[in-house]
């Protein structure tokens, strides 16, 4: 994702700079505003679309998390269990660099089928081509959806491509968000009456190809044309469909593993649904960590939604001293069991609310 999706001005460096200082609220600044590359480079990238380096990273075990980074038990956070997320975080992490159509992103999509099929979720997946500046690339959006008695749908996504950058895994950008919601698949898939909407269907659907493809001298090169390839696939096929109709809201988590968790109002998001989820993250006793500022627009995966008039909330921490954004320093040490429990907390006792709200 990028901030300030709908500017233009602005260049990487500016953009590094004030996310240093995290001082980046109203600032104009563009991801995808820096000169265009070359036709040879363009023709070199588009040659080797899987050319990200294999991972530096280390085998990390749940006893490196430090004690005030651990999960509260499940029976604290509404039956989450923080520490299942954990797991799932951790093994995404060791499969190295995940950008679309790599063989480390094969191997996640083939964990997240395996876990959600020992959920017993019903599932589906769209295999796509993706026309990017590299090339075509092959992408596939995995949906599990866990039926309702009503027309309503309450689609929950997170994005669990990583961005092309040499030794980037992504322990917060994507695989926090993806941990979490492979827990919430947990959850809803199974028959507990404690973790059943009252009618709505909630569909939870894990999305390829986030990340702008064009990556120069290590930034990747955001524009509205190269970026959330998975969320616009699935907001026309549901459109074609006509689901889109029955989508009442979308839930968006990206970057949401953040030691140190901040989540600010989004620009972009509905008010209605941010008012929903941070009034019972108030309510939880996690006012420090879903703060009333706001935020961005933040360029993410609820864009395509907002876009065709669907209600969509983003849940992103991008301000919190996030120095590692998109760096190979996004690694298991800057994320906690605790952060993904809390989110996946709040997101379980607000699915109620936005439900009922009318
Ligand atoms: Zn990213």
Redesign the pocket.
């Known amino acids: 994702?990028?901030e300030g999706a709908r500017t233009q001005g602005g260049t990487w460096a500016q953009q590094a700079t004030l996310l240093r200082v995290a001082a980046i609220v109203s600032a104009m600044v563009c991801a995808g505003c820096s000169t265009a590359a070359t036709n040879a480079e363009k023709a070199t990238r588009a040659a080797t679309p899987t050319a990200a380096a294999p991972a530096a990273a280390q085998p990390v075990t749940a006893t490196s998390v430090a004690p005030g980074d651990a999960a509260p038990p499940a029976s604290q956070t509404a039956g989450f269990d923080g520490a299942r997320a954990w797991e799932h975080l951790v093994k995404q992490v060791g499969f190295g660099p995940r950008p679309p159509q790599t063989p480390a992103i094969a191997r996640t999509q083939e964990y997240i089928k395996s876990q959600l099929a020992n959920y017993g979720c019903a599932e589906e997946d769209d295999d796509f081509t993706a026309h990017t500046p590299i090339g075509a690339l092959r992408m596939k959006n995995i949906v599990a959806k866990v039926p309702g008695t009503g027309r309503e749908i309450i689609l929950l996504l997170t994005?669990y491509d990583?961005?092309r950058v040499t030794n980037f895994v992504?322990a917060n950008?994507?695989a926090s968000s993806t941990a979490v919601m492979l827990e919430m698949a947990r959850l809803y898939c199974g028959a507990s009456p404690a973790h059943k909407l009252a009618s709505a269907s909630l569909w939870i659907a894990f999305l390829d190809g986030?990340?702008a493809q064009s990556v120069i001298d290590g930034k990747?090169q955001w524009t509205d044309e190269d970026s959330v390839y998975g969320s616009r696939e699935l907001a026309a096929r549901l459109a074609v469909s006509g689901d889109l109709k029955r989508v009442k809201a979308v839930v968006l988590a990206?970057?949401i593993g953040d030691r140190n968790l901040e989540i600010r109002r989004e620009a972009n998001s509905t008010p209605w649904l941010v008012d929903v989820i941070w009034g019972t993250a108030k309510r939880l006793g996690y006012g420090k960590i879903f703060l009333d500022d706001r935020q961005g627009p933040v360029g993410d995966d609820h864009d395509p939604f907002v876009n065709r008039g669907v209600n969509a909330v983003d849940l992103i921490d991008f301000e919190s001293g996030n120095t590692f954004?998109?760096t190979p320093q996004d690694a298991v040490d800057k994320v906690s069991p605790r952060s993904l429990a809390i989110v996946g907390h709040v997101l379980v006792e607000s699915l109620p609310g936005i439900e009922k709200h009318r």
Request: net charge negative.
């Open positions: 994702m990028r994005h990583t961005v992504g950008d994507s986030e990340e990747a990206d970057m954004w998109h």
